[in-house]
Structures are given as structure tokens and as C-alpha cells.
């Protein structure tokens, strides 16, 4: 037997060979670029050091949410690392907690506000940091505002500062709120695609884009006073931090004019005038007054000085092994839609196993459920809505806290609460219900393709390239019809109203927290910490702690985030920017990608399409 391999043999063992020695260079490439990322990173950072009487400059960057979305880890790292990043989210949490810590460290004197890459946060958020401000100052130290330019939502929190500094050649944009949305009545009939709308409510306006071009009287009537709410509520705070008339914030177009004229034209000269800053300084001369004020750094040419981001890092607590009496806080933010869905939606599935995670958790005495919702689904409202009612089964009392919004299947999942926190400038209401199914007969007959065939029943055939007959739509609007008559029952039985007056106040139309505590939609005005305050009350609890129950990442997913967040501050800055291009598509498209992600099994929605003011 000759002892040399066979042909066959050399083949197999040449073909393994290779694909061993690729898979070798392909981890160790991997391997050996970690490695190389996490040396970079450790070699090249320094201890984050907080000198005596320095400043904390919040630099908030992009959008305040209640949670954020969950994303690839690499491309959040990407995107938000330890630095501020306009694309990125920020954590009201974490600037509540920053600022709190900040007003008992003794090595902190002034915060510096800095919003120039703020973009994003309603104005019940930004009001939950203006009282952290205040709080900060009531401890006996200072808050400053320098902006190049101050947009309007980036004026709401400048507002709370002592001073507030303007570029000489900068300006304050000061233009109202606005609910405008694009309308595709005839572009639908240019394309004969047929738009079957079945919803209750006069105010139900999610899907008027759909049968009309343009907005109804009614959605305008209430959009008008909702809007003339919110905005009373804008004016009256910047007013009273400025020690300014409430209506010199709101001006127009003709007294603008005559108030440039007066500056000469200079927009910032404008706004000293208008009193709306208080002096005008380059980043110089600003970075000459923090030097008189907090003193120069050890090293470098700037003020003492501390990130919120680095700040963040450092004050972060650690986790705490030893578990104790707790108030549970579980976040619904986003759309709510069925199955599972990531951090930053809600799912009918994902958020339910949260609620039932904290029902079966001896430690969570109490839940605060925080609220940031447009609805959805009305199949997955009911679903979470009856996991709340298990828990309040086993004896652990449900809060709800309402953030900017919670409208529609927002309010469903928070109506059966044992208490309701609405802050002033909550959107909430929106009791109405709809569905829609698009079908494209007309546009395929078009282009000459048509259906035909059979079916042992109406409903077998049901098709989106096939028209619906009048029965099936009647019996469809039927299952609407039933569906409002829940939801009002619901909010009757729960609120303590009589169905008429739920019906006086529904029909989809959208309140402010401030109308809702008049009309009894929510018990008291009040943020997160109310509530979690008033969900140990109702618990009996004294001594207590708080835990988030959260989606969480693997370990795998934390160590990649943590290693890129360590090593994105060396890569180019156009990895984590969009380009002007896309953010038009996105916002064109936005109304569009909602109703197509909606997958209610009934085709039945609650919704607020309306609640995202501009």
C-alpha cells in the first residue's frame, strides 16, 4: 500500500487548509483589532478630575427621551460614545440625576448651559430639567446660558439660567408652535389606490391625510386651542424666569420689524433689548468671565470645567447587590405595536413581560408606570392594559406618569392606574379609535393586471388587490364602533364618569395635562418624582429604592458598546451624520413608515397622529 495520501485525500486536506487558515485571519484580524481599540483607548485617556469650584457645562446633545431606542451597540457607540452627538439620545433620568448630584458636590459652583446641539424634547421634559435648575439654584449657586443662536426649545431651558449670554452676532427664535401635515387625498386618486377609512371620534384626525386634502374644522378648531394651551404655558414660564411680559415673547411680523429697526437691525441687540438675554459676549469674552468667576484650570487655557458627559461617568452609581423594597419604574416610549418590540417602542408582548417580570419580583412593591406614547394598537393597548390589572390583583399599587405625551392607546394602558401624573403640557385624550385598509385594485387594473378566482366566503377572498364590498366595510366600521364604546366604558369605569361624559370629552380630540386634571382624565400635575413618591405612599413604603426594568442588553452587546464607546472619538465624524437628503426623505416619509409598521391583528387602531408639535 503506497504511503503517499490520496489525490482525493490532498484535495480534502488542501480545501480544509484553506478554509481553517481563513478562518485564522479572520479572528485574529477581529481579535488583534480589538485588542488594538481597547490599548488606543486606555493609553490615551485620562482620569476625569473635578477641580474646586469648577463648573459643569450640560452640553446636551440630540433628543431627551424617557428611554432610548435600542440600537446596533457598535452604532450607538458610534453615534453617542462619552461625548455629546446631535444624532444621539440623552436620558432625562440621567440630566435629573447629574444636576441633583451636582447641587450637593461641593466641588461644583456654576452650570453652564450649553444647547447648541440640543435638537430634540417637549416641553414637559425640558420643564422637568428647568426645575432641576431651580433647585440647583436654590442650594445657593449659579446657572449661565451661552448660545451662539437659541432656538425656541433651546431658549425654554436658557431661560432658567441667572444670565443669559448671546453671541453679538447671534439671535433668539422665537416662532410658536405649529401642527401642519402633508395631505394625500388626490395624490391617492391620481394613483387609484383606495383608501378604506373607518374611525369614531369628530377629532380623530390620524387618518384625514388619507380622505381629505386638507384639515377639517373640527381638527382645526382643536388643534387651534390645543396649541394656544401649550403655548401659554411656554410663554408664562420664560416670562416668569425672565421677569419679562408674557407677550413680549409672541410678536408680530409688523412689531418684529419696528423692534430690528430699533436694533438697527441686529438681531442680538434685539433680543438684549426685548430683555429676552441679558448681555452679549463672544466665546472670549465669555471664557474671561468663567475665568473671573471659577478660575483658570490646572491645565490648558480654559475655566474649570466638567462635562455632563464626563460628570455623568463619574457619578453613575453602582449597582446595588443587595436587593431591597422597591418601586418599580418601567418606561413605555414610542409607538405601541403587537409582539416584541426593542427598547423604545412598546410591544404588546415585550412590555407586558416587563409589568409581569415586576409581578413576580417579591422586592417590587409598587410600579410607576412612565408614559411617552402616541398609541397604536388597540389590540397590544389592551393586552398591557391587562397585565396592569394583574398586578394591581396582587396587591402592588400602578402610577402612571405621562411625559410629553399620552394620547390615544397612551391613555388606554394608563387609565386603569391607581393614580395619574400629568404634567401641565402633556398631550393626553385623544379617547377615539380607526382603521384603515388600502386597497390597489384600480392601480393594478391600470397596468393590466387584474384579480379573479374564487373563495368559499367574503371574508376568504379579502385582498389588497381586491375592492371591499360595502357588507364587509359595514361589518368592519361595526368592530370600530365597538371599539370606541370600549374605550369610553373603560375610561368611564375607571375615571368615575358617566358614558356621556366620557363621549363630551373623547371623540379623539387631544388636551393638555392642565385641561385633563379640569376634565378628570388624570388626578394630580405632577412629574416622575410625584409619582414614584405617591406609589410608596400607596404601598406603605418608607424606606425604599428605585429600579428601572428595562429591556437589557448580553454581555456580549455591553462589552461592544463600552469598547467602541472608548474607541469612537477617533473615528471621522461623518460616520454618525446623515446628510441633508436623508433627514428630507425621513421626515417626508415618517407619516407613511408609521402606518405601515401598525400590525394590529384586527386592523384597529388608537392612535394620535396629531401630538408631535413644531
Not at 374611525?199 to 386634502?213: L, N, Q
Not at 373603560?490 to 388636551?511: C, N, P, S, Y
Request: overall charge negative.
Amino acid at each position: 500500500m503506497s504511503a503517499n495520501p490520496s489525490f482525493f485525500k490532498r484535495i480534502c486536506l488542501f480545501i480544509w487548509n484553506i478554509l481553517n487558515g481563513t478562518r485564522k485571519l479572520i479572528l485574529n484580524l477581529i481579535f488583534f483589532g480589538i485588542l488594538a481599540m481597547i490599548v488606543v483607548a486606555i493609553s490615551s485617556s485620562e482620569d476625569i478630575q473635578v477641580e474646586d469650584n469648577s463648573a459643569l457645562v450640560l452640553n446636551l446633545a440630540g433628543t431627551i427621551v424617557d428611554q432610548k431606542q435600542q440600537v446596533d451597540p457598535i452604532e450607538a457607540a458610534l453615534k453617542q460614545g462619552n461625548s455629546g452627538n446631535a444624532d444621539g439620545e440623552i436620558l432625562l433620568a440621567d440630566v435629573l440625576y447629574v444636576i441633583d448630584n451636582a447641587a450637593q458636590d461641593n466641588r461644583i459652583s456654576t452650570i453652564v448651559l450649553d444647547l447648541a446641539d440640543l435638537k430634540r424634547a417637549g416641553i414637559s421634559k425640558l420643564q422637568s430639567i428647568g426645575d432641576a435648575l431651580k433647585r440647583f439654584k436654590e442650594s445657593g449657586k449659579k446657572v449661565v446660558a451661552i448660545g451662539h443662536y437659541y432656538e425656541q426649545n433651546q431658549y425654554f431651558l436658557a431661560s432658567f439660567a441667572d444670565t443669559v449670554y448671546l453671541n453679538p452676532q447671534g439671535a433668539v427664535s422665537l416662532d410658536g408652535l405649529s401642527l401642519y401635515s402633508l395631505y394625500f387625498k388626490s395624490a391617492l386618486e391620481k394613483l387609484k389606490v383606495k383608501a378604506h377609512i373607518f374611525r369614531v371620534g369628530t377629532f380623530k384626525s390620524a387618518v384625514e391625510p388619507y380622505m381629505r386634502d386638507d384639515m377639517s374644522d373640527a381638527a382645526k378648531e382643536a388643534s387651534n386651542d390645543l396649541l394656544s394651551d401649550i403655548w401659554q404655558s411656554y410663554t408664562q414660564t420664560v416670562a416668569s424666569n425672565r421677569n419679562i411680559d408674557a407677550n413680549s415673547l409672541t410678536l408680530s411680523a409688523q412689531t418684529y420689524l419696528s423692534e430690528l429697526d430699533k436694533a438697527q437691525g441686529n438681531s442680538a441687540a434685539m433680543a438684549v433689548n426685548m430683555k429676552w438675554v441679558d448681555s452679549l459676549a463672544t466665546d472670549e469674552e465669555f471664557r474671561k468671565t468663567m475665568l473671573e468667576s471659577v478660575g483658570k484650570a490646572k491645565s490648558g487655557d480654559s475655566f474649570k470645567q466638567v462635562s455632563f458627559y464626563d460628570y455623568l461617568t463619574l457619578v453613575t452609581p453602582l449597582p446595588n447587590f443587595v436587593e431591597q423594597d422597591s418601586v418599580g419604574i418601567i418606561v413605555a416610549s414610542g409607538t405601541i405595536l403587537n409582539g416584541s418590540q426593542p427598547a423604545g417602542q412598546i410591544g404588546g408582548d415585550s412590555t407586558t413581560e416587563l409589568l409581569r417580570k415586576a409581578r413576580f419580583d417579591k422586592h417590587i412593591k409598587a410600579i410607576v408606570l412612565r408614559v411617552d406614547s402616541p398609541g397604536g394598537s388597540a389590540f397590544a393597548s389592551e393586552q398591557i392594559r391587562q397585565e396592569l390589572l394583574a398586578l394591581k390583583a396582587e396587591g402592588k399599587p400602578v402610577v402612571v406618569s405621562m411625559g410629553s405625551l399620552a394620547a390615544s392607546g397612551g391613555y388606554w394602558i394608563s387609565a386603569s392606574a391607581d393614580y395619574i401624573f400629568a404634567t401641565p403640557t402633556t398631550l393626553t385624550g385623544s379617547i377615539g379609535i380607526f382603521g384603515m385598509i388600502t386597497t390597489f385594485e384600480d392601480s393594478l387594473a391600470s397596468l393590466g393586471v387584474h384579480t379573479d378566482g374564487v373563495s368559499t366566503s367574503e371574508w376568504a377572498g379579502l385582498s389588497i388587490t381586491r375592492t371591499l364590498s360595502p357588507q364587509i366595510e359595514t361589518v368592519i366600521q361595526r368592530h370600530i364602533e365597538r371599539g370606541y364604546l370600549d374605550f369610553i366604558s373603560l375610561v368611564a369605569k375607571e375615571r368615575k364618569m358617566t358614558l356621556e361624559q366620557v363621549d363630551t370629552i373623547a371623540q379623539g380630540r387631544v388636551w393638555s395635562g392642565k385641561k385633563a386634571l379640569e376634565l378628570g382624565l388624570v388626578d394630580e400635575l405632577g412629574d416622575i418624582d410625584q409619582a414614584i413618591a405617591k406609589a410608596a405612599k400607596l404601598a406603605d413604603l418608607t424606606l425604599f429604592d428605585t429600579r428601572v426594568i428595562e429591556q437589557e442588553l448580553t454581555p456580549e452587546q455591553l462589552f461592544i458598546q463600552q469598547m467602541f464607546a472608548s474607541a469612537s472619538s477617533y473615528l471621522p465624524a461623518s460616520l454618525s451624520q446623515s446628510s441633508v437628503l436623508e433627514q428630507m426623505l425621513t421626515q417626508w416619509t415618517g407619516s407613511l413608515k408609521t402606518i405601515a409598521s401598525f400590525n394590529d391583528p384586527n386592523h384597529v387602531y388608537v392612535y394620535c397622529d396629531n401630538c408631535a408639535l413644531n
